[in-house]
T-cell receptor, first 113, second 112 residues
């Protein structure tokens, strides 16, 4: 158990809909990262938050957004969903000066039908 | 859920033998190189890292080698066990960045 929790574990929704994925980092970790893992794209970095502020951005679509709350949990919002958004979405956390050592949650499997 | 990788390269190793997983990277300015392990249905798990100013680093049953001349990274696992079955990702952190760029992964399977 990495100490990072993600909910829900599975999500099935229709095209055009909007969903919110939730992540709680390890106790004490201020940095939260979101990744998308799909069959044809591998693990893709989406976005990082540090202590409530956006720190780094990857290949995140404009339809996607995220935020980190004062209690350090984070949410990833996916809107106008398309079939191609079906993937595993992982959240990870780390201490600020060890970004290479990230602790990943179990992921949320999103299926868009 | 299953791990990614219908098209992952696969390495098959006899239990007890040593495994060597290789990776080529592209960004010569990266500060850190890392190996992650992803078991089926789980998130990636940090194994070991190496700074760009090092050539070799050893952990428990694992050794990472970095050859900057040819931009090559390898992970050696000693006395491979069934629990080592997983997809292994090499990754790098570009200088002045905190995001990890993952490689495509190698699936390690263990023969009894």
């Amino acid at each position: 158990d990495s100490g990072v929790t993600q909910t829900p574990k599975h999500l099935i929704t229709a095209t055009g809909q909007r969903v919110t994925l939730r992540c709680s980092p390890r106790s004490g970790d201020l940095s939260v990262y979101w990744y998308q893992q799909s069959l044809d794209q591998g693990l893709q970095f989406l976005i990082q938050y540090y202590n409530g502020e956006e720190r780094a951005k990857g290949n995140i679509l404009e339809r996607f957004s995220a935020q980190q709350f004062p209690d350090l949990h984070s949410e990833l919002n996916l809107s106008s969903l398309e079939l191609g958004d079906s993937a595993l979405y992982f959240c990870a956390s780390s201490v600020v000066d060890r970004a290479y050592e990230q602790y990943f949650g179990p992921g949320t499997r999103l299926t868009v039908t | 859920g299953e791990s990614v990788g219908l098209h992952l390269p696969t390495l098959s190793v006899q239990e007890g033998d040593n495994s060597i997983i290789n990776c080529a990277y592209s960004n010569s300015a990266s500060d850190y190189f890392i190996w992650y392990k992803q078991e089926s249905g789980k998130g990636p798990q940090f194994i070991i890292d190496i700074r760009s100013n090092m050539d070799k680093r050893q952990g428990q049953r694992v050794t990472v080698l970095l050859n900057k001349t040819v931009k090559h990274l390898s992970l050696q696992i000693a006395a491979t066990q069934p629990g080592d079955s997983a997809v292994y990702f090499c990754a790098e952190i570009p200088s002045s960045a905190s995001k990890i760029i993952f490689g495509s992964g190698t699936r390690l399977s263990i023969r009894p």
